[in-house]
């Protein structure tokens, strides 16, 4: 089975902090995926990465950076955290060697702001 | 945007067949429907996805128009613990690989 853990499934912070949420997947994937989810909202790509150390922004990458320095691991950073970044945060990853690429989802981080 | 309709909210009765339409009118040749739910406080989880034949697997059927402008999901034995947002999504596979999520429907199992 795909495996994709999240480092917290929940996070208080606070405005100005740097937050870090890690997402790491064991099934050697090419394609990794942060979104957010808020209500009403469904949900949202913020980066994804198709491979280390690339990068592409999604629907909504203010405010947010990331980080892939290995295959397994992609890292959604917050510089400066405000209060309209919390919500629930999921990492997803998908190999090409699937035609179809199938996603597959992490648990969440719930993130609280402030 | 997401390029399917799906209707807000359903209701079916526990043991009973759930059947969730979807519509995609504006869906490419080259692009597969999938289908994902996702439980209250947990990540979206993969159900079912095809390109043209209906498709089966453990968790549920899809059909899926000769047309392709509309689908179905069936969950042929609904039990309470498929309560969930069901998500349908089309998408075709190239670079960019990125899923667009709707609102969904929200499914109840009624007992």
């Known amino acids: 089975d795909v495996k994709v853990t999240q480092s917290s499934r929940y996070l208080v912070k606070r405005t100005g902090e740097k937050v870090f949420l890690e997402c790491v997947q064991d099934?050697?994937?090419?394609?990794m995926f942060w979104y957010r989810q808020d209500p009403g909202l469904g949900l949202r790509l913020i980066y994804f990465?198709?491979?280390?150390?690339?990068?592409e922004k999604g629907d909504i990458p203010e405010g947010y950076s990331v980080s892939r320095e290995k295959k397994e691991r992609f890292s959604l950073i917050l510089e400066s955290a405000s209060t309209n970044q919390t919500s629930m945060y999921l990492c997803?990853?998908?190999?090409?060697?699937?035609?179809?690429?199938?996603?597959?989802f992490g648990p969440g981080t719930r993130l609280t702001v402030l | 945007d997401a390029k399917t309709t799906q209707p807000t909210s359903m209701d079916c009765a526990e043991g009973r067949a759930a059947n969730l339409p979807c519509n995609h009118s504006?869906?490419?040749?080259?692009?597969?429907v999938y289908w994902y739910r996702q439980i209250h406080s947990q990540g979206p989880q993969y159900i079912i996805h095809g390109l043209k034949n209906n498709e089966t697997n453990e968790m549920a059927s899809l059909i899926i128009t000769e047309d392709r402008k509309s689908s179905t999901l069936i969950l042929p034995h609904a039990t309470l613990r498929d309560t969930a947002v069901y998500y349908c999504?089309?998408?075709?596979?190239?670079?960019?690989?990125?899923?667009?999520f709707g609102k969904g429907t929200r499914l109840h199992i009624l007992p």
């Open positions: 997803a990853s998908s190999t090409r060697t699937d035609l179809t690429d199938t996603q597959y």
């Open positions: 990465s198709y491979d280390v150390k690339m990068k």
């Open positions: 999504i089309v998408r075709a596979f190239d670079r960019d690989d990125k899923i667009i």
């Open positions: 099934m050697d994937h090419e394609n």
């Open positions: 504006t869906i490419s040749g080259n692009e597969y």
